[in-house]
């Protein structure tokens, strides 16, 4: 049986409720001790639907850091989303804007790599095709991510002990780096990325990433031309 | 820090995020992009992802920053299988599999 786009992104995306689940009750766990409201903590998971730059803020919340530079140390962490629109951009760029306006809303990491691979294979897509694949993709990932936060808030740390769960996270990411390796160009991108982000943890603002992410998108470009 | 801040907090970042998701697709839509432009965000994903966990590879918060072998390992597992079966669902749970063993192995 051959599924439609959308509903191939439905089943692709499913999975990551695995990791979604667990990663929104964490916040919501360390939303509700820094002492947000239950009605805060589920329009921040609601308004911003991005993990990492979320847990940044409430950290520095905890630590007394003035508003501005809070909203600022946060939005550099999700500078990397900009990159993603970018690269989307010729693919969808077609599409009608609403929808446009709909797929930026959603546009998290595990959608955007989804989305990236799943359209460098399946060049025959039109654009509605791809506009299904990344909806299906996404579809699970709202409900998920905030019905987590809720439950989190809500209920408190119950997390098993032993179970490693800080590591869901990165284990994700990793897993959709792998299937992204097609050539000798990714590899080498890849590889400045993984040796810039290190050498450059020490700047603030989470800009060593930017810094380490731009370095490896030329190299990348660069291997590429040259073969 | 008040109520009001807080929420001043969450609508400026929410403003803030979903602007940097419709940078491109809403502003540059269909117009073309020059192919030195498109050659560079063809390498996006590449670029940005391993580095984003990099750091949490090599210096996890749970081990309080010390280099951890279980942890470097289920992350090797997770990356190699992604790349040799092409398969994300497969990569996951070799690399939860790969830690839970560690774990267990090294108590």
């Known amino acids: ?227 | 820090m008040s109520d009001a801040t807080v929420w001043g907090i969450i609508v400026a970042l929410g403003i803030g995020t979903y602007a940097a998701r419709f940078a491109f697709l809403g502003l540059v839509g269909d117009r073309p992009m020059p192919p030195w432009l498109l050659r560079h965000l063809r390498y996006t994903g590449v670029a940005v992802l391993p580095g984003l966990v990099a750091p949490l590879v090599v210096w996890p918060a749970a081990t309080g920053g010390e280099v951890d072998p279980a942890r470097l390992l289920a992350a090797a597992a997770a990356l190699g299988v992604g790349y040799w079966r092409k398969d994300v669902i497969q990569a996951v749970l070799a690399g939860g599999l790969t830690l839970a063993a560690m774990s267990w192995a090294l108590g």
């Open chain 1, 1 to 227: 049986m051959t599924r439609s786009p959308f509903g191939r992104g439905a089943v692709q995306g499913l999975p990551f409720l695995v990791i979604i689940v667990p990663f929104g009750a964490l916040f919501g766990v360390a939303a509700t001790e820094a002492g947000l409201s239950l009605t805060q903590i589920l329009a921040f998971s609601s308004i911003v639907i991005a993990g990492a730059s979320q847990f940044a803020a409430i950290q520095l919340m905890v630590d007394g850091t003035p508003a501005a530079i809070v909203v600022l140390s946060a939005l550099a962490v999700n500078l990397r989303m900009a990159m993603y629109s970018a690269a989307l951009a010729p693919h969808l760029g077609p599409a009608p804007a609403w929808q446009r306006a709909v797929i930026a809303y959603l546009l998290v990491d595990q959608v955007y790599a989804l989305a990236q691979s799943a359209y460098d294979t399946e060049t025959a897509w039109s654009v509605s095709d791809k506009v299904g694949y990344l909806i299906g993709v996404a579809l699970p990932v709202f409900p998920g991510w905030v019905g987590a936060t809720w439950a989190g808030a809500v209920l408190g740390a119950r997390v098993p002990e032993g179970l490693s769960l800080d590591f869901a996270v990165p284990l994700a990411f990793l897993a959709l780096v792998g299937p992204m390796l097609r050539t000798r160009a990714h590899v080498a991108a890849a590889f400045v990325s993984v040796a810039g982000a290190l050498l450059l943890a020490w700047m603030p603002w989470n800009l060593g990433l930017i810094l380490a992410a731009l370095l490896a998108m030329a190299v990348g470009a660069e291997v590429e031309r040259r073969t």
